[in-house]
């Protein structure tokens, strides 16, 4: 079957850095999506990986290893607005997103 | 970038009642549109996905009947939820592609459905 694995929640602390990892296994693969969503808002679109390494953007990057099936995404110079849920969902071989269900992430000052 | 307008924000409606959500793609054409539901503090749910012109595909579970879906053009789909009742109350997100197979999908500002 198709499944994706993200944990549940992680706690971090303002101004450090932190690492969200997915795990997916899916029928073919056509890319890995990284979406931000704060309470009671629609999902944004942060990062889309298709081949290996790490792509970065400002404060966020996302990696990808596809023999591992395996992502992350590395948010540094933590804020407090960061506090939100990070989405995994990869795109199967008939480009149907699976959705991870989400790590909150807490910040503390 | 890519816009996807929804709307209305939030609705309450009386059980029995039928709601319809909108949702627009503004600066691109949108083929396909897909619908989400979202329960407090769940991830997402595919409900259904819409395409221009065509039968919306409904995911397994999801009653087609109180459901219905219309993309009558590439930049409009609608969702709407027939006779309404108060387990429908939810959280209702569209989402459009810009276009191509990888690229990313931009989401609506979701719709707040309160039944009561």
């Known amino acids: 079957g198709q499944n994706i694995d993200q944990p549940t929640e992680m706690t971090a602390t303002e101004g450090a850095i932190v690492q969200i990892n997915c795990t997916y296994q899916?029928?073919?693969?056509?890319?890995l999506f990284w979406y931000q969503q704060h309470a009671g808002e629609a999902p944004t679109f942060l990062s889309y990986n298709v081949l290996d390494g790490l792509e970065e953007k400002g404060r966020f990057s996302s990696f990808l290893s596809r023999s591992k099936g395996y992502s992350y995404l590395l948010l540094k110079e933590l804020q407090m607005k960061d506090s939100a849920s990070y989405l995994c969902a990869a795109l199967d071989s008939n480009y149907q997103l699976i959705w991870g269900a989400g790590t909150k992430l807490i910040i503390k000052p | 970038g890519a816009v996807v307008s929804q709307h209305p924000s939030w609705v309450i409606c009386k059980s029995g009642t039928s709601v319809k959500i909108e949702c627009r793609s503004l600066d691109f054409q949108a083929t396909t549109m897909f619908w989400y539901r979202q329960f407090p503090k769940q991830s997402l749910m595919l409900m259904a996905t819409?395409?221009?012109?065509?039968?919306?595909?409904?995911e397994q579970g999801v009653e087609k009947d109180k459901f219905l879906i219309n993309h009558a053009s590439l930049t409009l789909s609608t969702l709407t939820v027939t006779s309404a009742h108060p387990e429908d109350s939810s959280f209702y997100i569209c989402?459009?592609?810009?276009?191509?197979?990888?690229?990313?999908?931009?989401f609506g500002n979701g719709t707040r459905l309160t039944v009561t």
């Open positions: 899916t029928s073919g693969f056509n890319g």
């Open positions: 989402s459009a592609g810009t276009g191509g197979d990888n690229s990313p999908l931009h």
């Open positions: 819409s395409n221009e012109g065509s039968k919306a595909t409904y």
